[in-house]
């Protein structure tokens, strides 16, 4: 999910897009996308964000990451790494499901950096891309044409509905099966 929301960032005009990552598999997939990829076992990605902006920050980052994290604002989880790596006055866009019900923050600090928390999901649960777009329309579009490249992520692709309970299973256990991504189900009628 990050790879993508790099490689549309970039098709949408962003400067410099970079992807932090532990898996040196999806590293490299990320830079035949043209994406600059940081190594988040050799290097603190706070950091390197840091270095690499002349120590303001991104504009926008993007947190592909669910699972248990416990803070916003401190420690080591991912969102406490975007909200140390945005500039302030910069947006967050969290993208992974928590799978904790709650995510402590230092309400001063947020305040003192202004941030913007944005979760773009519609009525209908898709991102916006404006007033008469969605990203349910746009990313078959960009995907379709070649300008967003998701095929190195397919290492399943599973037939019907029936097939739900193992997407769930490979999604959940990817390193198991050696998914880079979540499992895809196909339905056609």
Excluded: W
């Amino acid at each position: 999910m990050g790879q993508q929301c790099g490689q549309v960032a970039s098709h949408l005009g962003a400067d410099r897009v970079y992807t932090v990552d532990i898996a040196e598999e999806k590293l490299d997939v990320a830079v035949d996308a043209g994406l600059i990829p940081i190594n988040g076992r050799e290097s603190d990605p706070v950091a390197e964000i840091r270095d690499r902006t002349d120590g303001i920050g991104a504009d926008v980052v993007f947190t592909a990451v669910g699972g248990e994290q416990t803070s916003m604002t401190d420690g080591s989880d991912p969102r406490a790494q975007a909200f140390r790596m945005v500039r302030s006055g910069g947006t967050i866009v969290p993208r992974g499901i928590l799978t904790n019900d709650e995510i402590a923050f230092d309400s001063k600090a947020m305040r003192m950096k202004a941030i913007d928390i944005v979760h773009p999901l519609s009525p209908r649960g898709v991102s916006s891309t404006g007033p008469n777009g969605d990203l349910g329309t746009l990313a078959p579009q960009l995907v379709a044409s070649g300008r967003i490249s998701i095929e190195p992520f397919v290492d399943y692709e599973l037939d019907g509905l029936e097939s739900f309970g193992r997407a769930v299973e490979i999604t959940t256990n990817k390193g198991e099966y050696g998914a880079l991504g979540p499992a895809q189900i196909v339905v056609s009628e």
